[in-house]
C-alpha cells in the first residue's frame, strides 16, 4: 500500500490549512504581533540523511511569548527508527506541528501533531495533542479533552479512551516520576483507507485549532505575581527536559539529520533550572 | 578484579577535596555568595535502579551564575549500559562531577568530572574537562589545554593527543555539525593499578581546580553589553541540548534513577530558545 502523490497533495493540503489557521489564531491572541513565515529546503545528506522541506511559522509577542505552527515533508533512505520492522528502509514523512508557550503563567502549554507516513510498503498516520498548564484549570482540561473526544467520535466505540491512555503513557517522565500535563490524546501506525485516515487528522487537527485558543482567551491576560512568572520558567525546564531526552518526535528529527531550527521551534523561549 | 573498600574510601577522599577545592573557588571568584550543600541519599528502586547517596555543592551568585560540584556514589543490581558487555551487571559508581555557568559572557563553561566504576569482575575510571566559551580567548584555550597536557605527562607517550581527540569527538553536536566548546581531554575505561589510576584522575583534577578559575578571573568583570548577554543566553541552548539529548553521564544518571536534581545541576541557569 503506497501513498500516491495524489494523497500527499492531500495530506500537504490539510497540514498547511491547519498551519494557517493556528497562525490567525496566534495573531488575534496576541494582537500585534505576526507570525514569520520562513521556509527551508534541504538536499538528502549522507549516511541514509533525509532531504525535502517545509515551513516554520514563528510567532514572538508580548501575549503569545514563542509559538510555533511548523508543516514539513521528508524523503530518506533509511527510517531512523527505534522500530525494528521499519529500521532502515526507505521512507516519507510530512505533518504538521505545533507547541505554544504563552508569556502569561495562567495559559497553558499545548502541543499538537499530526503525520502520514509511509516506510517501505506500508503507510500510516499518527499524531496527537496535549495540555500542559502550570495553574491547572479544571474547567481547561475538561474543555480540551471533550473537544478530543468529540474529533474521536467518529471512530469505533473506545478509540478515545484508547488514545487518551497512549498519550498518559507517551508523556510519563520518569525521571521526575509524573506525566508532562494533563494529557489529550496520542495514537500512532493507524492503518487503512486513506482517505477515512486523513479525515481523522483532520478532526482532530481542527478540534485543537478550535478549543485551544478558547482556552488562551480566557487565561493570557489573568493577573500574576513575580513570583508566579519565576516559578513557570523553572516549571518549563520540565518541557525542555521531555523534549530533548524523551521525545521521540524531536529525536527523529534530530537523528534524520532535520531541520534544527525548524525542530528546536518547540523548545521554550526562556527557562531556567 | 574488585574495588576494595578501602579503594573506594580513597576515591571518595579525592573526590570530596575536589569538591570542597571548587568550592573555594566558586566562592573567592563570587566574593558574596556561598556554596549550599545538600545531601541525598536513595533507597534502590524497582527495576534495578541504584541506591546511594552523595553531596550536591551549588553557587547561585551574581558573578558566578550558578556552579556545581557534585559528589556521588551509588550502587545497584544492573548497569544501565549502552555498552553491551557490562549491560545488566551489578555496579558501583562513584565520582565528582562541576559545571560551571558564568553572568558574563566572556567567561566559559567549564566541566569536569573524574569517576571509577565497577561492574560485574572489572573496575576502570574515566573522566574529562572541556571548556566552552561564548568569546574565545586563545590564551584562555591555550592554558587550559597545557594544563591538562601537564596532568597527562606522567603517562605513556601520546596520552594526552589520543584523550584531546576523544574529547572532541565525544563532545561534537550532530545536529548543529559542530563540536560543543574548544575541547579538552575525555577518558574511559581505564584499567589496571587502582593507585596510578586514582593519581591519573588526581592530576587530572588538581589540573582543572587549578587553571579554570584563574581563566575565570581575568574574565568574569569584562563590560559586555545587552546584546551579548542575549546573544549568550540563546548559546547557552546548545549546551542543553548537548546535555539532554547526547550527554552519557546525564542519560545514565536519569535512566539509572539518580537524584534528579542532582544530575541537572549542570543545567544553565537561564536559557533562551
Redesign the interface.
Known amino acids: 500500500m503506497h501513498l500516491t502523490p495524489a494523497h500527499k497533495d492531500q495530506a500537504l493540503v490539510l497540514f498547511k490549512s491547519v498551519q494557517q489557521r493556528l497562525a490567525a489564531a496566534f495573531e488575534a491572541i496576541d494582537g500585534e504581533a505576526k507570525v514569520v513565515f520562513t521556509s527551508w529546503e534541504k538536499a538528502p545528506g549522507a549516511n541514509g540523511q533525509s532531504g525535502g522541506g517545509g515551513t516554520m511559522g514563528v510567532i514572538r509577542g508580548k501575549v503569545v511569548e ?1 509559538a510555533g505552527a511548523n508543516v514539513s515533508a521528508v524523503t530518506g533512505d533509511k527510517y531512523p527508527a527505534l522500530e525494528g520492522e521499519y529500521k532502515d528502509k526507505p521512507y516519507f514523512a510530512a505533518g504538521v506541528s505545533t507547541i505554544t508557550h504563552m508569556f502569561n503563567p495562567h495559559a497553558p502549554i499545548a502541543h499538537m501533531n499530526v503525520r502520514v507516513l509511509q516506510v517501505g510498503d506500508i503507510f500510516w498516520v499518527g499524531g496527537g495533542a496535549d495540555l500542559t498548564p502550570f495553574k491547572r484549570y479544571p474547567e481547561d482540561t475538561a474543555d480540551f479533552h471533550r473537544a478530543l473526544q468529540e474529533a474521536c467520535s467518529g471512530q469505533e466505540s473506545g478509540t478515545y479512551e484508547k488514545y487518551k491512555a497512549w498519550c498518559d503513557e507517551y508523556f510519563y517522565i ?3 516520576q509524573s506525566t508532562r500535563g494533563v494529557g489529550g490524546i496520542f495514537f500512532d501506525y493507524l492503518k487503512g483507507d486513506f482517505a477515512a485516515l486523513l479525515a481523522f487528522l483532520d478532526a482532530v487537527s481542527s478540534a485543537y485549532v478550535r478549543v485551544y485558543p478558547q482556552i488562551l482567551q480566557r487565561r493570557c491576560h489573568l493577573p500574576y505575581t513575580d513570583v508566579d512568572k519565576d516559578q513557570q ?1 523553572y516549571w518549563r ?1 520540565r518541557y ?2 521531555f523534549n ?2 524523551y521525545d521521540r518526535g524531536t ?1 527523529f528529527g ?2 534524520s ?1 532535520g531541520h ?1 531550527e525548524a ?2 521551534v518547540s ?7
Chains 1, 2 share one sequence.
Open positions: 514563542k520518569p525521571h521526575r520558567l525546564g525542555a527536559e530533548l531526552v529525536k534530530l537523528l539529520g534544527t525542530i528546536l523548545m521554550p523561549p526562556v527557562v531556567k533550572w
